[in-house]
């Protein structure tokens, strides 16, 4: 079975520019999850999907970041415009089914932004 | 809301000893606790994950954790640890992380 897939990799952007991620998850897992780990903590969630609708965004900046997932299989996080403390790897997860339960998560392998 | 403390920023640890990593979590019910791996330039791994039943989880990788409902704690032990377990360990209570341990393993 194939994993949660991510790109870009690594991005290096100035400050004030905008970037955007792409996240497509474990083929049926109907949730979907974008972490920001700043170096040194751990994984800050910033919104979970269910499908294509949103259950969680409220540790998500909306003034500069946004997210979607419209046909409730892959998602782009965007920032626009970037600071220099977004500096962070984003990590997409996916579930099977998520929500209120013990699901196991399954983590893509991150995209490292950079931001100068 | 929820929260985890991990105390220990950084453990170092002899091959073939045990390890113990704390994790304290802080919610008001039974909370869905979680302990996750991460190894250089690799994703997260779950370990083991705890909601009900025996407060005895056992992972994969040798691991183990015990629930303490008294404590608000749910520690995270191997008997004897490999080189390849030198990584970075999250204790998780829901979505919500610690702030990680990391493990140095000596030979």
């Known amino acids: 079975e194939a994993g949660v897939a991510q790109s870009p990799r690594y991005k290096i952007i100035e400050k004030r520019q905008s970037v955007a991620f792409w996240c497509n998850p474990i083929s049926g897992h109907a949730t979907l999850y974008w972490y920001q780990q700043i170096l040194g903590q751990g994984p800050k969630l910033l919104i979970q999907f269910q499908n294509n609708g949103v259950v969680d965004d409220s540790q998500l900046p909306k003034d500069r970041f946004s997210a979607e997932r419209l046909k409730g299989v892959d998602s782009t996080l965007k920032i626009q415009p970037a600071k220099l403390e977004d500096s962070a790897v984003y990590l997409c997860?996916?579930?099977?089914?998520?929500?209120?339960?013990?699901?196991?998560?399954?983590f893509g392998p991150g995209t490292r932004l950079t931001v100068l | 809301a929820q929260s985890v403390t991990q105390p220990d920023i950084h453990i170092t640890v002899s091959e073939g000893a045990s390890l113990e990593l704390r994790c304290n979590y802080s919610y008001g019910a039974t909370p869905y606790l979680f302990w996750y791996v991460q190894s250089p330039g690799q994703g997260l791994q779950l370990l083991l994950k705890y909601f009900s039943g025996d407060t005895l989880v056992q992972g994969i990788k040798g691991f183990e954790a015990e629930f303490k409902r008294s404590q608000s704690s749910f520690n995270l032990r191997k008997p004897s640890v490999h080189w390849s377990d030198a990584a970075e360990y999250f204790c998780?209570?829901?979505?919500?992380f610690g702030a990680g341990t990391t493990v140095t393993v000596r030979a």
């Open positions: 997860a996916s579930s099977l089914v998520g929500g209120a339960t013990a699901d196991t998560q399954y």
């Open positions: 998780a209570v829901f979505l919500s």
